[in-house]
């Protein structure tokens, strides 16, 4: 079993900058793929990054050229780097784990998820 713990978010402006972090706890973290999702106020959750245990990584329209996925092994924690942020990027985000032989990108492909963490992005 693995809990997972978002971190990172807050308040920033227009066209700013934050990286998010998942540190997890359980063992095997390096096996597991992991995923980011958001949900917007009144919208369904959504897709954002995933990067699988072996590093192959795959993004939402949305955000690609924007976000960056990333994960240290040794440190059990998953990143998403997210530059030039709009106002549509504000949501509470999410992060999300399974053991997998492929790179989940749908919500019910996940077993694990954390309690995520706000982003509001302002003009």
């Known amino acids: 079993q693995v809990q997972l713990v978002e971190s990172g978010g807050g308040l920033v402006q227009t066209g700013g900058s934050l990286r998010l972090s998942c540190a997890a706890s359980g063992r095997n973290f390096s096996s597991y793929n992991m995923g980011w999702f958001r949900q917007a106020p009144g919208k369904e959750r959504e897709f954002v990054a995933a990067?699988?245990?072996?590093?192959?990584?795959t993004y939402a329209d949305s955000v690609k050229g924007r976000f960056t996925i990333s994960r240290d092994n040794a440190k059990n924690t998953v990143y998403l780097q997210m530059n030039s942020l709009k106002l549509e990027d504000t949501a509470v985000y999410y992060c999300a784990a399974r053991t997998s032989t492929w790179v989940p990108t749908r919500l019910y492909e996940y077993d694990y998820w954390g309690q995520g963490t706000q982003v509001t992005v302002s003009s």
């Open positions: 990067i699988s245990w072996r590093g192959i990584i």
